[in-house]
């Protein structure tokens, strides 16, 4: 098991370059798969994650070679359509791989996924739409058997909740399938319009991709491209309530602020100082966090993946902040282990109740999972005295040089 070590209390300062995201090019990895040939992907980062759907893919039938900040994908005419379980259950991601192998192959066997531990995630709404669309599916000792007998068939589907998971394998099914496909209510991540931008350039048509009704129009073949992958808005956040957290100032590069445009007020409003250019922007942090009330939502809300990083933040408020949880059902096991770090937070339903402290003091605290583990390192930042945080790993799956960068900041921290 790995820890990360961090004594808190210096102010971060300096500049931070932001990778590409982990949101995006596990979907861009996948989409490859839909037609043959050879792609290369720049700005990839280099995270756990990517080398896990790396192993997918490999076990579909293509090669994927990373050099640095490059992928290159080799996909075959042939490809053998089955998603290895162990790999699988590992990343949620994989499920994509669905929507992509029923479009080009027309079966796929897929286990169901696993992911992080915040509540059951369930699929219903993928597989709703992926049966609109003309497939079908059995669930036989814990594998997805799915199969499209007569194709996929473009159709119009509004989902119940914009679901980034099943905006992504609808678009990936609906790109090859025939005719037209609506997809209503679907989700408007900046890293789904990433994906329908390189699909675009491999031969797709696709319409209104970053709003809430995306129109697709079935193309009978794609061709391979090269893409540079966006970026990481998420680590560019994590990195900002790093900074804000100790009373620091740093620069971040590389991303534009307008994919944080909540987060970024939410911290102004709490007192950090935000200026912003096309793809950079700096934060300084306050003495003291003022009290905030935030409700996750699908963007250009407030995300979720930001919520353990901004209690961590508002733990040490001049009052009392609620975080009102609307994504997830269950991410609340970090709060435990913030408290032990002296803060004063508890789950109430899906909200949180952060009465702020004046200090917290560093102990050894669990990660619980990427989101936590940065949360916690946040509040080692700026706890007094040492913090460990156990299960470091976590990290590994979405922060490429996470304690370097950090140290490269000022911060007294190491793995
Ligand atoms: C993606 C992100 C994840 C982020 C999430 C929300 C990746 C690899 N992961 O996950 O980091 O936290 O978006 O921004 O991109 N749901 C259903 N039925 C479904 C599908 C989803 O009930 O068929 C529920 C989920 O359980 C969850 C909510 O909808 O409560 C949001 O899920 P979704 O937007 O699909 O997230 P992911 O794509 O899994």
């Known amino acids: 098991m790995d820890s990360i070590r961090v004594v808190g209390g210096i102010p971060l300062s300096g500049t931070v370059r932001v990778h590409g995201a982990k949101n995006a090019v596990l979907k861009h990895m996948v989409a490859m798969l839909l037609a043959p040939g050879r792609y290369r992907l720049e700005n990839v980062p280099g995270i756990l994650d990517v080398d896990i759907m790396g192993e997918v893919l490999d076990h579909v039938g293509a090669t994927c070679v990373r050099r640095g900040s490059v992928v290159e994908v080799d996909v075959p005419e042939k490809l053998n359509p089955e998603a290895p379980l162990e790999l699988v259950r590992k990343m949620r991601a994989s499920i994509l791989i669905l929507g992509a192998l029923l479009a080009r192959v027309g079966s796929a066997r897929v286990a169901l996924p696993g992911g992080d531990d915040f509540g059951s995630r369930p699929i219903g709404m993928h597989l709703e739409g992926l049966e609109q669309m003309g497939a079908e599916f059995e669930l036989s000792h814990g594998v997805l058997e799915a199969s499209a007998p007569d194709g996929l068939s473009g159709t119009e589907i509004f989902l119940e909740f914009p679901s980034v998971g099943a905006t992504e394998n609808l678009l990936l099914a609906a790109v090859l399938a025939k005719g037209r496909t609506i997809i209503g209510n679907a989700a408007r991540e900046p890293e789904l319009a990433d994906l329908a931008a390189l699909l675009n ?17 079935g193309v009978s073949s794609l061709t391979p491209t090269d893409h540079t992958v966006i970026a990481d808005r998420l680590v560019a956040g994590t990195y900002a309530l790093a900074a804000a957290s100790t009373g620091g100032r740093i620069e971040v590069v590389g991303c534009d602020p307008a994919f944080l445009r909540m987060e970024l007020r939410k911290m102004e409003a709490a007192g950090c100082e935000i200026e912003r250019g096309d793809d ?7 003495d003291r966090p003022r009290p905030q009330d935030i409700a996750t939502l699908p963007y250009p809300g407030f995300h979720t993946d930001m919520h353990p990083q901004m209690v961590a933040f508002l733990a040490l408020a001049d009052g009392t902040s609620l975080v009102t949880e609307n994504v997830y059902a269950a991410r ?16 109430d339903g899906q909200h949180v109740v952060i009465r702020g402290v004046d200090e917290l003091s560093g102990c050894e605290v669990d990660g619980c999972d990427i989101r936590a583990a940065a949360a916690m390192t946040i509040a080692g930042l700026s706890a007094d005295g040492e913090t460990i945080v ?26």
């Open 201 to 217: 350039a491999m031969g797709a048509k696709i319409d209104g991709a970053g709003t809430s009704t995306i129109e697709v129009m």
């Open 390 to 415: 156990r299960d470091a790993e976590h990290i590994d799956r979405g922060y490429d040089g996470f304690v370097e960068t950090l140290r490269s900041l000022g911060a007294d921290i190491d793995r």
């Open 332 to 347: 609340f096991r970090y709060l435990g282990e913030l408290n032990r770090m002296g803060a004063d937070v508890h789950a």
């Open 280 to 286: 950079w922007f700096s934060v300084a942090g306050p």
